[in-house]
């Protein structure tokens, strides 16, 4: 087995998982195909990527988020190793790496997470999301009101400070801080949750996985909006512009050796206040 490693190594948790990680995987009789502690996928890291059988990250959910869109992209399982805060979305606290025994013996789900595909009108780019798209006004602007139509209906104009439309995978991050619900992440639908609604009536929504979304915005008295995928560098969005939200055709395959990871990071790490 051919394991492609990524990690977080400003921590020094993260350094020191690495080593342990690499003296395992070796222990086990498997192959390192590459290391990465870059922010920025190098050519020479995807060719690795894409030949690599599953890629371990080390470090949290950003980790994961980060490597997970070249993971989906070339089809392969990730495996996330703990080191951060919360480590929502990794199977393992970095105190257990013995299990990594578990990839030999074949004692392992794999999972996959739904994904997001983004166009903007503004840009020949299209932007793969993990966790959300998140639509906010600019600093100290006026609210500017959002347009947000689904299948060519509209379904909502809103004024507020933003809106959020996730996947299931996202709505356990800001989604549910701004009081979306949590969904179990084998659902296929993507979530609407507004951000400080100027209304009684600015409430999530869920839309089925098959909906195309369309979001435009009107500003008042030169309000300005930005937009980020998965928290990434913000984009301008223009009265005139439009940024299409669907279902990507790519999926995220995420390894789970405990079994249960979802609802078990639920009750561990969401339910149980943190000491």
């Known amino acids: 087995m051919n394991i492609f490693i990524c990690a977080n190594i400003s921590k020094e ?3 020191e998982t690495v080593e342990a990680v690499c003296e395992k995987i070796k222990a086990l009789g498997f192959d390192i195909a590459g290391f990465s502690d ?3 996928v190098s050519p020479e890291a995807e060719a690795l990527i894409s030949d690599c059988d599953v890629i371990i990250t ?3 959910d950003g980790t994961i988020i980060r490597w997970g869109r070249y993971a989906a992209r070339y089809d392969k399982p990730l495996l996330g190793i703990n080191t951060g805060r919360l480590g929502f979305m990794t199977t393992l606290e970095y105190n257990d790496i013995d299990k990594l025994e578990r990839l030999k013996t074949h004692e392992y789900s794999v999972t996959e997470r739904m994904l997001l595909e983004v166009s903007y009108s503004n840009s020949n780019s299209e932007y793969v ?3 959300d798209v998140v639509f906010t006004k600019n600093k100290y602007a006026k609210l500017p009101e959002f347009c947000v139509n689904v299948d060519e209906y ?3 104009r809103i004024r507020a400070d933003g809106i959020i439309f996730s996947t299931p995978t996202g709505s356990t991050a800001y989604s549910l801080a701004a009081g979306g619900p949590i969904i179990a992440p084998d659902a296929r639908c993507i979530e609407f949750t507004p951000l400080c609604a100027h209304s009684l009536f600015g409430r999530p929504m869920i839309f089925s996985a098959d909906s ?3 979001v435009t915005f009107k500003g008042y008295e030169k309000s300005g909006v930005i937009f980020n995928v998965d928290g990434d560098d913000d984009l301008t969005f223009n009265e005139n512009d439009i940024v299409t939200i669907r279902k990507s055709s790519l999926v995220l395959k995420l390894v789970d050796i405990d079994g249960g990871g979802f609802y078990n990071a639920v009750h561990n790490k969401l339910m149980t206040p943190l000491k």
């Open 13 to 15: 948790k993260s350094r």
């Open 38 to 40: 870059s922010r920025d």
């Open 58 to 60: 080390i470090g949290g």
């Open 129 to 131: 999301a993990v966790n």
């Open 154 to 156: 509209e379904v909502t």
């Open 212 to 214: 195309d979304i369309s």
